[in-house]
Structure formats: C-alpha cells, structure tokens
C-alpha cells in the first residue's frame, strides 16, 4: 500500500468516525462533575445484596460475571496464539529445562542485584497473594495479583538467571496453572446449575459485609483468573526468552546455560 | 485536587509524547514504564484504584519486563548464525 493510499484509507476512516465521536463527547456529563447515576446506584445496592466492599469486583465476578468469563478466555486464547506463534519449530518436546545457546556469554551478577531479588521476590509474591485474597474488600482482584505473582516470578530470574529460573520453573505446570484457573472459572458457572440454580448464580454463603471470606463465589472466580494470569504471564516471559534458543540434542543433558 | 489533575494531563502528554519521540527501542521501555507509572497515578486521583493498580502492574511493570527480555534475546542473536 503505498502512503497516499493509506492518507486517503485514514481520511476515510476519520470521515466516519468522527462525528461520531463529537457526538458521544458532547453527550457526556461535564469533566469532573458528580459520579455518574449508574455508579451511585451501585454503590447503594452491592453492599446489601452481595455484601462485598469493592463494587467493582461484584460486577465483574458476579452481576456481569459472564463477561469476565469471556475476558478470562480471550486471555488463553491470545497467550496460546503468542506461544504457537513463538515455538515455531521447537514444538513442544523441548520445554522441560533451560535451552542452551551456544556461544552465549553468562553474564556476572552483583551481589547486591541478587539480594535484592531474592528479597523482594518472594515479598513480592506475598503480596500479589494479598491482593487476590481481598478481591472483596479492597482495590484490585484475581487479574491485578497474578500479574504481581507473575512480576515475583520474574524477579527470580533477574536474581538466580536463566537456568535458575528455569529449574524453578516448568513449562507444564504454567500449562496447568493457566489452563487450570480458566477451567476453575468456567466450573464457578457450570456448578450451580446442578443445584438447579442459573448459569453463575452465587449459591456460596455470602459472609459477612467486609470480611476477607465475602461474596461467595467472587472469591473462588477471582483464584481462577489468579491462577490463569500468573500461569499465562509467566508463560509468556518464558516462550521470549526461550525463542531465540536453539533446542539441545538430547544427547547431551544438564549443561550450563546463559 | 485542582491543581494536581492539570498537572497529571500534562504529565501524561508529556511522558506519552516522549514515548513516541524516543527513538532507541531499549530507553522507549523506559519511556513505556514512565508514562504507565504516571497513567497509574492519574487513574487514582480521579478515584480509579482498581484500573490504577491494573496500569501498574501492567504498564509499567510487565510489559516493559516483556520488551526487555524480547530485545535482549534479540541483542544476543550472533548475526552470522542467521540463515
């Protein structure tokens, strides 16, 4: 295509769109001004009927769970897509351990570097636990911690380096952990249908308005998306740094990598 | 709060600007890692906890993590043994 075309295809584009777009910025309320109906309206209701802090978890994992479901399973599409794409002809017999490049220099770390991590790792970790456990009571949920736990991950191997890392981490258990907290979630919705309930409906206790052990099955969704995320992200990390490796014959096993 | 959010606007045009403006791929992560740090403060001030904790751990943690390791693995890759 060559750039005049593409001016034109973006003029076309604009064209459409634009007035469009005038028309919804104009329809909102002013910036800044009281939080929107929808909201305080919300904001009146959860509390009672979900007994849950954070609004926006209980709609997302309860009033409007159907459509994290869809989220939760767009994510292990595109992150399965990503690791096709990215193992090429390595296939998939060769994940079990870190792949050695040959000529690749290790580089030194400091120690200062590798106490750092090793510190703020599993802190790290901690809290990414902290964060999925209050999915009800405070700010963040399932996707927010897993990327946390997938950043405590990632902090091993800036501390240990690759092979550490590797030997800390196999590829099938990501597998598993993805896989796994996606049919963790698509389970929450499958398994109040047989108690004769609908499609997601809570049928868990609800607990108490602000304690840890609230919303029911908010919770147990929020561990699948947890689980799915750490798994996927970490999964992700590992095939780019993996792609540029060559696969060892299998000859000659447990040599030293980069 | 009036004050603040202004400034916030224009830090996030300003640090996004730089993303473009920037030209060496391993300072744009940088850049990347700055502007989601600033998005994540503004997603607080205008009362957005869950969305700013989201632009942390992603924007300026995860994926700049990503690009690094992506562009070292491309850094290591000995041109002769392309082919």
Same mark, same amino acid.
Request: net charge negative; charged share 15%; glycine share 12%.
């Given at each position: 295509?060559?750039?005049?075309?593409?001016?034109?295809?973006?003029?076309?584009?604009?064209?459409? *769109?634009?007035?469009? #777009?005038?028309?919804?910025? #104009?329809?909102?309320?002013?910036?800044?001004?009281?939080?929107?109906?929808?909201?305080?309206?919300?904001?009146?209701?959860?509390?009672?009927?979900? %007994?849950? @802090?954070?609004?926006?978890?209980?709609?997302?994992?309860?009033?409007?769970?159907?459509?994290?479901?869809?989220?939760?399973?767009?994510?292990?599409?595109?992150?399965?897509?990503?690791?096709?794409?990215?193992?090429?002809?390595?296939?998939?017999?060769?994940?079990?351990? @870190?792949?050695?490049?040959?000529?690749?220099?290790?580089?030194?770390?400091?120690?200062?570097?590798?106490?750092?991590?090793?510190?703020?790792?599993?802190?790290? #970790?901690?809290?990414? *636990?902290?964060?999925?456990? %209050?999915?009800?009571?405070?700010?963040?949920?399932?996707?927010?911690?897993?990327?946390?736990?997938?950043?405590?991950?990632?902090?091993?191997?800036?501390?240990?380096?690759? @092979?550490?890392?590797?030997?800390?981490?196999?590829? %099938?258990?990501?597998?598993?952990?993805?896989?796994?907290?996606?049919?963790?979630? @698509?389970?929450?919705? *499958?398994?109040?249908?047989?108690?004769?309930? #609908?499609?997601?409906?809570?049928?868990?206790? *609800?607990?108490?308005?602000?304690?840890?052990?609230?919303?029911?099955?908010?919770?147990?969704?929020?561990?699948?998306?947890?689980?799915?995320?750490?798994?996927?992200?970490?999964?992700?990390?590992?095939?780019?740094?993996?792609?540029?490796?060559?696969?060892?014959?299998?000859?000659?096993?447990?040599?030293?990598?980069? | 709060?009036?004050?603040? &959010?202004?400034?916030?606007?224009? &830090?996030?045009?300003?640090?996004?600007?730089?993303?473009?403006?920037?030209?060496?791929?391993?300072?744009?992560?940088?850049?990347?890692?700055?502007?989601?740090?600033?998005?994540?403060? &503004?997603?607080?001030?205008?009362?957005?906890?869950?969305?700013?904790?989201?632009?942390?751990?992603?924007?300026?943690?995860?994926?700049?993590?990503?690009?690094?390791?992506?562009?070292?693995?491309?850094?290591?890759?000995?041109?002769?043994?392309?082919?």
């Amino acid at each position: 295509m060559s750039p005049r075309v593409r001016v034109a295809l973006l003029a076309l584009a604009g064209l459409v *769109l634009l007035p469009g #777009a005038a028309e919804v910025i #104009a329809g909102l309320p002013p910036f800044g001004s009281t939080i929107a109906q929808y909201g305080a309206r919300i904001n009146a209701i959860t509390p009672e009927a979900r %007994h849950v @802090a954070n609004m926006v978890s209980a709609i997302n994992f309860d009033l409007r769970g159907l459509d994290t479901l869809g989220e939760e399973f767009m994510l292990l599409a595109a992150i399965t897509g990503t690791v096709v794409l990215l193992r090429g002809r390595r296939g998939e017999g060769t994940t079990g351990r @870190a792949m050695r490049r040959p000529g690749r220099a290790v580089i030194p770390r400091s120690e200062a570097v590798v106490l750092a991590c090793r510190i703020a790792g599993p802190l790290t #970790a901690l809290f990414g *636990l902290y964060v999925v456990l %209050h999915a009800t009571v405070t700010p963040g949920g399932g996707f927010q911690g897993g990327v946390i736990l997938a950043s405590g991950t990632l902090l091993i191997y800036l501390g240990e380096g690759y @092979a550490g890392w590797r030997d800390a981490i196999r590829s %099938h258990w990501l597998d598993a952990l993805e896989g796994g907290g996606a049919l963790l979630f @698509a389970l929450c919705g *499958l398994v109040p249908m047989l108690t004769g309930a #609908a499609f997601m409906q809570n049928i868990l206790p *609800l607990g108490t308005f602000r304690d840890l052990f609230s919303g029911g099955l908010m919770l147990v969704e929020n561990l699948g998306v947890a689980l799915a995320v750490t798994g996927g992200f970490t999964q992700l990390f590992l095939e780019f740094m993996e792609e540029t490796r060559e696969a060892d014959a299998p000859e000659e096993p447990g040599e030293e990598s980069a | 709060m009036t004050v603040i &959010l202004p400034l916030l606007f224009l &830090l996030t045009a300003i640090s996004g600007t730089a993303v473009v403006l920037v030209r060496d791929p391993a300072r744009q992560v940088f850049a990347i890692a700055v502007n989601g740090l600033v998005l994540a403060i &503004l997603f607080d001030a205008l009362q957005a906890p869950d969305v700013a904790l989201s632009e942390l751990a992603v924007g300026s943690a995860a994926v700049p993590l990503l690009f690094l390791v992506a562009l070292m693995a491309v850094r290591a890759q000995p041109p002769e043994e392309e082919s």
